[in-house]
Every structure is written in C-alpha cells, then in structure tokens.
C-alpha cells in the first residue's frame, strides 16, 4: 500500500452520514475491557478491546514529535494548539486524528472506555477555553506530552474536559480514561460533576460504568474466589469433593456487565502465571482478551428495539510499553499485528495512518502519510 497524507475520503464521509442517523437507536457501549499484566522481569503490557455498535472505522495511526495538534471547543472549532513533545501510535476512529488508544515513545499507555449515565463534563461556558480539551482530545494531548502517570496526574489541575458535541457523530460522548506507564503505575480519570476524579489503580482494570470507586468497593462480594481448588468438605465422615478443576473460581460472574467484567478480568490477570519478558507476556494478554470477545448477536437491545445496531468488539490491542511495540487484531482478522516505533521517523512532518484491513495477512501495518 502507498503512502498518503491523511484526508477524510468520499467513503469515510458517506460513512459518517450513515452512523449519524444510526446514533438514535444506538445502545450504550458498555462492552470495554482493560487491564494490565506484568512479566517476570517487571516489564508491564496493557491490553484492552474496543466495543461498538457500528463501524468506527478506525486506522493505526502515528503522531511524530512537534508536530502541531489542535484541542476542540465548541461547534468543532479549533480552540488552542499544543506542539507535541513524545511521538505516539494507536488507533483513531471516524477519520479523525486524535488516539482512542495507544501509546507513547515513553512508554506511557492508555485508552478511552465508554463511560454512560454517570460521566459530568465542565460546562464550556465557564471552562477556560484556552486550557479546554473535548473528551475525544484528552487521551492525545496526554500521550504527546506526557512520560509518566505521575507526569500527568501533576498536569491535570490545568485543564479541563468539556461536555461538547463531537461533530461527527452529533453527541457529546460519555468517556473516562485508562493509563498505564512502562513503570508498572496506573490511573484512571473520570470526569464527574464537572471536574476530574483521578484514582490510583493498583490493580489495572478498569471497565465501565458504575465509576471506579464503585467497582473497587463491589470486589468485597468476591473475596472467596481463588485460583486454587477448593479443599473437600468433610460432613459426618463423609468427603463432599467438587466436580473438577476450577471450583475455587465457583460463583466469579460471567455476564458481560461492566461490574461483572471487571471482577473477571482482575481474576484472569491476578491469576495468569507470568511470562519471562514483555514480548512473550504480549500473547498471555491476548489470551486473558480473548475471554471478553462479544461476537455479533451475543448483546442483542431489548424487544422493543429491534432496529438498533449490534455492540461487538471491533477490535483488541495490546501495548508492551517497554518494548514499543503496540498490537492490535480486528473481528475480522484475529492475526496480531503490529506497530513498532523504531520502524518509523518520529521526527517526521505529517502524521501516519495504517488501515485495519481485513484481508492483510502481513504482520506489521502499512503505513502512509496522513
């Protein structure tokens, strides 16, 4: 495939038309699910799967170092610029060129997870512009500028996150954040009320809604379940024994909920026997993933909504943040591929984009200027 400058084609136009009259009967997305694992060495991977119901039509994409980015405000105008100081990769969605999960040249990492019914943006009308991102912004403003989650928890008290309509689509999306550092460190930012909850997460996982304060205080109903069998219960003489492997797991939800899901991914990678280095725990984490694949039809809407679209996963990506390697596999094509910044300029003058075909069978992504 050649290279290209990134410009939205005829194709990625008819498609935004179409999703914006889709958007009405659309169901939440509330399928997301991340966490980190570690290896043996220390060396952290962050794994995650992207969740809708339409074509978000995502491309790999790659931002080189001081390359000019625009923040958005209201009515889609751009509002203030920021220069990048880290290159970054991941993935975009509708054509345009902001990360909705990646990773930076510093090994910082992260995503934006679907975060309905309980997230509260800053009002534009009050937030000051000039230090206002828009929910689809903050994950590349933080990726390009930051090193560590520590770097960015100290930053945070200088912006915002405003409640404005993505142009596109024609709604304000409801998001909050996952990060995740070649440390081994974690957090999650939430905008609640108006302003940004920030938790350290010393566990690594994080779904969606209810916020992560909720999720963390529901772990007290698990505190029995254990890798480990369960020892034979003896009554009157008699050994009661399970029925096979797994019984310390009896009773760990297996529903697709967000609350659900979160207590399985922690058990999945609490429980993983680690791998020696990054690159081999890449493919442990694609394993633990594979548990949260929604195929088509498995989360169908109510009776009354037989119109709406079906939620699938889209696609998975996993980060090595030590090894700079990002990877990501799609519904249609389940070979891992991958996106490995040594291979590219990262001083460069425009940005890169790679799309996710089905058909490539080639195991690193395709690039061509945006």
Same mark, same amino acid.
């Given at each position: 495939?050649?290279?290209?400058?990134?410009?939205?084609?005829?194709?990625?136009?008819?498609?935004?038309?179409?999703?914006?009259?889709?958007?009405?009967?659309?169901?939440?997305?509330?399928?997301?699910?991340?966490?980190?694992?570690?290896?043996?060495?220390?060396?952290?991977?962050?794994?995650?799967?992207? $969740?809708?119901?339409?074509? =978000?039509?995502?491309?790999? !994409?790659?931002?080189?170092?001081?390359? @000019? #980015?625009?923040? *958005?405000? /209201?009515?889609?105008?751009?509002?203030?610029?920021?220069?990048?100081?880290?290159?970054?990769?991941?993935?975009?969605?509708?054509?345009?060129?902001?990360?909705?999960?990646?990773?930076?040249?510093?090994?910082?990492?992260?995503?934006?997870?679907?975060?309905?019914?309980?997230?509260?943006?800053?009002?534009?009308?009050?937030?000051?512009?000039?230090?206002?991102?828009?929910?689809?912004?903050?994950?590349?403003?933080?990726?390009?500028?930051?090193?560590?989650?520590? $770097?960015?928890?100290?930053? =945070?008290?200088?912006?915002? !996150?405003?409640?404005?309509?993505?142009? @596109? #689509?024609?709604? *304000?999306? /409801?998001?909050?954040?996952?990060?995740?550092?070649?440390?081994?460190?974690?957090?999650?930012?939430?905008?609640?009320?108006?302003?940004?909850?920030?938790?350290?997460?010393?566990?690594?996982?994080?779904?969606?809604?209810?916020?992560?304060?909720?999720?963390?205080?529901?772990?007290?109903?698990?505190?029995?379940?254990?890798?480990?069998?369960?020892?034979?219960?003896?009554?009157?003489?008699?050994?009661?024994?399970?029925?096979?492997?797994?019984?310390?797991?009896?009773?760990?939800?297996?529903?697709?909920?967000?609350?659900?899901?979160?207590?399985?991914?922690?058990?999945?990678?609490?429980?993983?026997? /680690?791998?020696?280095?990054?690159?081999?725990?890449?493919?442990?984490?694609?394993?633990?993933?594979?548990?949260?694949?929604?195929?088509?039809?498995?989360?169908?809407?109510?009776?009354?909504?037989?119109?709406?679209?079906?939620?699938?996963?889209?696609?998975?990506?996993?980060?090595?943040?030590?090894?700079?390697?990002?990877?990501?596999?799609?519904?249609?094509?389940?070979?891992?591929?991958?996106?490995?910044?040594?291979?590219?300029?990262?001083?460069?003058?425009?940005?890169?984009?790679?799309?996710?075909?089905?058909?490539?069978?080639?195991?690193?992504?395709?690039?061509?200027?945006?």
């Amino acid at each position: 495939m050649t290279l290209r400058r990134h410009k939205k084609s005829a194709l990625a136009k008819f498609a935004v038309f179409i999703l914006a009259g889709q958007l009405a009967a659309l169901p939440a997305a509330q399928a997301c699910t991340s966490f980190l694992i570690k290896a043996a060495d220390g060396s952290p991977v962050y794994g995650r799967t992207m $969740e809708f119901g339409f074509q =978000l039509h995502s491309e790999a !994409i790659v931002i080189p170092r001081q390359f @000019t #980015l625009a923040a *958005t405000g /209201p009515g889609g105008k751009p509002s203030w610029n920021w220069k990048t100081r880290y290159a970054a990769v991941g993935l975009s969605a509708f054509g345009q060129p902001v990360i909705t999960d990646g990773m930076n040249e510093k090994g910082l990492g992260g995503g934006i997870l679907y975060f309905p019914d309980y997230v509260g943006y800053a009002d534009p009308a009050t937030a000051d512009s000039a230090h206002a991102l828009a929910p689809w912004d903050f994950l590349t403003w933080v990726l390009t500028n930051f090193a560590t989650v520590a $770097e960015v928890k100290a930053a =945070l008290a200088e912006i915002s !996150i405003i409640g404005i309509t993505e142009p @596109t #689509l024609g709604i *304000t999306p /409801p998001f909050h954040y996952t990060l995740h550092d070649a440390g081994g460190s974690s957090l999650v930012i939430e905008p609640v009320g108006g302003k940004l909850k920030v938790y350290d997460n010393p566990l690594g996982v994080l779904t969606n809604s209810p916020t992560f304060d909720w999720h963390m205080t529901n772990l007290r109903n698990y505190v029995k379940l254990s890798p480990v069998n369960a020892e034979p219960l003896k009554i009157d003489g008699e050994t009661i024994s399970s029925f096979g492997q797994g019984s310390g797991l009896l009773g760990i939800p297996g529903d697709p909920t967000p609350p659900s899901r979160f207590v399985r991914a922690l058990g999945f990678a609490l429980s993983a026997k /680690p791998r020696p280095d990054g690159a081999q725990t890449v493919r442990l984490a694609e394993h633990i993933l594979n548990n949260f694949d929604i195929p088509v039809g498995f989360i169908q809407p109510d009776a009354s909504d037989k119109a709406a679209p079906l939620e699938f996963t889209q696609w998975t990506a996993i980060a090595d943040l030590r090894g700079k390697r990002y990877y990501v596999k799609t519904y249609d094509n389940q070979m891992l591929r991958h996106i490995d910044f040594s291979s590219f300029d990262l001083n460069a003058k425009s940005i890169r984009v790679a799309p996710l075909e089905p058909e490539s069978s080639v195991p690193a992504l395709q690039f061509r200027k945006r």
